[in-house]
């Protein structure tokens, strides 16, 4: 079992920025791969980012890239997402996820989650 948990949601103003972390206990942290994804009232929950293993690849969805960068810390068991130029459209629960070796975009590959984090940005 890998437990995660979320935190460093919060109310920002469009533009601005916010770090989210994700600290990993349980298990081998450098054997899973990370992504993060997120869920607005009434949709799915769709694709942020991903990072591999030994952080040699990342992936992020179309809109927010050049504005937010996932990273890892394996020495200290935690993922991150820098969010950069947030828009109101950002607005959603934030969800860690962890899956071994391979990363993915597809939130079914993912068998850990965390509790989610809230990001509201005000226009």
């Known amino acids: 079992q890998v437990q995660l948990v979320e935190s460093g949601g919060g109310l920002v103003q469009a533009g601005g920025s916010l770090r989210l972390s994700c600290a990993a206990s349980g298990r081998t942290f450098s054997n899973y791969a990370m992504g993060w994804f997120r869920q607005a009232p009434g949709q799915e929950r769709e694709f942020v980012a991903a990072?591999?293993?030994?952080?040699?690849?990342?992936y992020y969805t179309d809109s927010v890239k050049g504005r937010f960068t996932i990273s890892r810390d394996n020495a200290e068991n935690t993922a991150y997402l820098q969010m950069n130029t947030l828009k109101p459209a950002d607005t959603a629960v934030y969800y860690c996820?962890?899956?071994?070796?391979?990363?993915?975009?597809?939130?079914?590959?993912?068998?850990?989650w965390g509790q989610g984090t809230q990001v509201t940005v005000s226009s």
């Open positions: 996820a962890a899956r071994p070796i391979t990363l993915s975009m597809d939130p079914d590959g993912y068998n850990y």
């Open positions: 990072i591999s293993r030994l952080a040699g690849s990342t």
